[in-house]
C-alpha cells in the first residue's frame, strides 16, 4: 500500500484497499451481509447513509465483528456524530464540509471527504486533509482524471469511488496516488433483497484478489 501522511486512517484501514461501499435498505440483512464480506476476504466496508435504517446497520455490522465498519455519505456533523455513535471508525463524504471534517477531528475519527475538483482539493490540503475521496470517479473521467489531478498535487492520496466496476480496479490500484478503491458492485440492493449471499462473496472474494499484489 502507498504511504499517506494520515496514520490514523492507515491504521484504520489496516493495509485494505478494498472499501465495498454498501447500502442496505433493511438492517436485518447487517449481521448475513457482514459474513457474507468476510467470507470474501473483505475487512472494511462502509455503510452509506442513504437509508433510514443505515445508523443500525453501522451497528450491527460493527458489533457482529470481522470487519472495520465506516458511514458514508455522511453530509452533516450530527451524522458524523450518530455513525459515530453507532460504531464507525471512519467517515466518508460525498464533498467537502469543513463542518464535518471538524466534527470527525473532533470525535477522533478519520475523515475522507469528498471532491471533484482542483479546487476543492486545494481547500482539503489547506484544511490539513491529505486523503480524499474522488467521487463519482468514473462520471468525472476516471482514471484520466485523477492522474490530472494528482500531478500538481503530489502530497494527496485518493480513494476514488463512483461508478467503479471490477474491470477497472486494477488500473485504479497500480497508481501510486490511490490509497484504496471504493465499490458498491460486490453488494448491491438487488444482491441483498434476492438475499444473494453467495454472489456477494465471490464477488468480493474475486475483487480482494485483484487488489492484492
Known sequence: MNATSDPALAGVLGGARLIPVLTVPDHTTAAPLTEALTAGGAACAEVTFRTPGAEQVVREMAAHGGLT????TVLTPEQAERAVEAGARFVVSPGYDEEVVAKCRELGVPVIPGIATAT???RALRAGVDTVKLFPAEALGGLATLLALSAPFPQARFVPTGGIRSEHLAAYLAEPSVLAVGGSWMATPTHLAQGDYATIS???????DRSTP
Open 120 to 122: 476543492e482539493l486545494m
Open 202 to 208: 465471490r464477488l468480493t472474494r474475486e475483487a480482494v
Open 69 to 72: 465498519v465506516g458511514a458514508g
